[in-house]
C-alpha cells in the first residue's frame, strides 16, 4: 500500500471507534516498513482530530469520542514503542483541571481532558468539587504548566476568581498559565479575574494553548 491508504485507514479505524483495528494496523504498518511517528501524526491523530470536528458538530456523542480517543492510544503505544528514543515525541506540556468546588458538572471538563491527552499533553484530572488547595498541591506535585478551572454555574464561578488569588498567594501565578472553562465563563469573565483565556470549546482550548506555550 502507498503511504496515503496507510494514513486513511488509521483515520477510519478511529471514526469507527475500533480499538482492536486501530492496534491490527499500527502493527501491520511497522511490519510493512512504514515511519511510526508519520503514522501517529498523519494517521491516528488525524483520526481523532477528525472525531473532535464530528463531535463538536454535534454528529457524534461524548461515549464515541471517548471510545476512539481509546482506540486511537492503543494505537499510538503499538507506535511509540518502536520509535527510537531521539524521535519520542515529548508531552507538550503539564495541566492539572478540575471543577470547582461547590460544582459537581464535569462532562465538559471531561471532553476537554479527553481531547488534550490526544494533542499530547499530559492531563492531571482532579476531579469535580475540588477544593482551591487541592488544585495548588496538585499542580506543585506534578510541576505543572497549566490549571485549567471549570464552573457551570454562577454560584460555584466565584471559585475561580478564588483560585486566581491563591495563586497569587502562594507566588505560583507567574509560573503557570490558567485557563477558565464552563457554561458561565467568557472572555471578559477571564479577563476580568486574571485569567490568562477562556476556553470556548475543545478546539478553542487547544488552539489558544499552544499560543500560550509557544
Known amino acids: 500500500m502507498e503511504k496515503t491508504e496507510w494514513f486513511q485507514k488509521a483515520v477510519q479505524t478511529i471514526l469507527d471507534t475500533d480499538e482492536d483495528a486501530a492496534k491490527e494496523i499500527a502493527a501491520k504498518s511497522l511490519e510493512a516498513g512504514m515511519d511510526p511517528l508519520e503514522m501517529i501524526n498523519q494517521g491516528f491523530t488525524e483520526g481523532i482530530r477528525k472525531m473532535g470536528d464530528l463531535f463538536e458538530r454535534g454528529e457524534v456523542f461524548l461515549p464515541g469520542l471517548i471510545v476512539a480517543s481509546e482506540a486511537m492510544t492503543a494505537a499510538v503505544e503499538i507506535l511509540e514503542a518502536a520509535l527510537p528514543a531521539e524521535k519520542q515525541q515529548e508531552k507538550k506540556g503539564v495541566i492539572v483541571l478540575g471543577t470547582v468546588e461547590g460544582d ?104 489558544k494553548l499552544e499560543e500560550f506555550l509557544k
Do not use: C
Open 104 to 207: 459537581i458538572h464535569d462532562i465538559g471538563k471531561g471532553i476537554i481532558a479527553t481531547m488534550l491527552r490526544v494533542h499530547g499533553y499530559e492531563v492531571h484530572d482532579i476531579g469535580r468539587d475540588v477544593p482551591i488547595e487541592k488544585f495548588i498541591e496538585k499542580a506543585k506535585a506534578v510541576n505543572a504548566d497549566v490549571i485549567g478551572s471549570s464552573a457551570m454555574m454562577t454560584t460555584t464561578q466565584i471559585g475561580q476568581r478564588k483560585l486566581e488569588q491563591a495563586l497569587k498567594n502562594a507566588g505560583m501565578r507567574d509560573k503557570v498559565i490558567t485557563m477558565v472553562g464552563g457554561a458561565v465563563a467568557t472572555d471578559h469573565w477571564a479577563q476580568r479575574i486574571g485569567s490568562d483565556f477562556f476556553g470556548e470549546s475543545p478546539k478553542d482550548t487547544i488552539m
